[in-house]
């Protein structure tokens, strides 16, 4: 089955500095990955997401890029801000095997002051 | 604005009870999903349902079933309950692409 590994585990960065977390999945047969941002003690919520058929998407500050040849993808976030301060997942979907997605251990970005 | 709740914010109970979880979503959505978050593990699905009455174990179900009655509702169910299923419980609902999550129910198992 669909694995997604992610890293880092932890990120520390300054305000100001850009983030970069990084995912790689197994199954090429996926093809839509969302990013979700988790802040303490609230829902997973969907910040930004990229279908298979697009290299690069961008919404303000975050960013995400993908290569299915690597099978891999990552999120970068820029000019990074305390709020940015969360947990972040990545997933991975098939469009087989009952839509399942599939998510990454997470990510913990520190962004400080 | 898509809303999912889960009956529960916190929960505690003790080892061998069943226990219900609940979640409900308002906008009609077919597809509903259970899962697990753990620190370092991220989001582990337990079971998903893709239409009433209609139910496929995820990545970890045992030690769980689930109940879809009605399509705005999806139970989730330990039926004895035991510590290591101690954990933060996450219903989700998605239509297309994106899902939306509930808030979260916290059980604790003692």
Redesign the interface.
């Known amino acids: 089955?669909e694995n997604v590994e992610?890293h880092p585990?932890t990120l520390s960065v300054q305000e100001g500095d850009s983030a970069v977390i990084k995912c790689t999945y197994s199954d090429s047969a996926s093809n839509?990955f969302?990013w979700y941002k988790q802040e303490l003690g609230?829902?997973?919520?969907?910040i930004i997401?990229i279908r298979s058929n697009v290299g690069e998407k961008k919404d303000q500050r975050i960013a995400v890029t993908l290569n299915k040849t690597a099978k891999h993808f990552s999120l970068h976030i820029t000019e990074t801000q305390p709020e940015d301060s969360a947990v972040y997942?990545c997933a991975a979907?098939m469009d087989t095997g009952?839509?399942?997605?599939?998510?990454?251990?997470?990510t913990r970005l520190f962004v400080k002051a | 604005d898509v809303k999912?709740t889960q009956s529960s914010r916190y929960l505690v109970k003790r080892t061998g009870e069943k226990v219900f979880l609940e979640c409900v979503q308002d906008m009609d959505h077919e597809?509903m999903?259970w899962?697990r978050q753990d620190p370092?593990?991220?989001?582990?699905?337990i079971y998903?349902s893709?239409d009433v009455k209609m139910k496929?174990k995820?990545?970890i179900p045992e030690g769980y079933s689930v109940s879809r009655e009605k399509k705005e509702r999806f139970s989730l169910i330990l039926e004895s309950a035991s510590t290591n299923q101690t954990s933060m419980y996450?219903c989700a609902s998605?239509q297309n692409?994106?899902?939306y999550?509930?808030?979260?129910t916290r059980l604790t198992v003692t």
């Open positions: 089955g992610q585990s839509y969302p609230k829902r997973p919520q969907l997401d997942f979907r009952g839509f399942k997605t599939i998510f990454g251990a997470g | 999912v597809n999903f899962y370092g593990l991220g989001l582990r699905l998903f893709y496929e995820g990545d996450l998605r692409y994106e899902q999550f509930g808030p979260g």
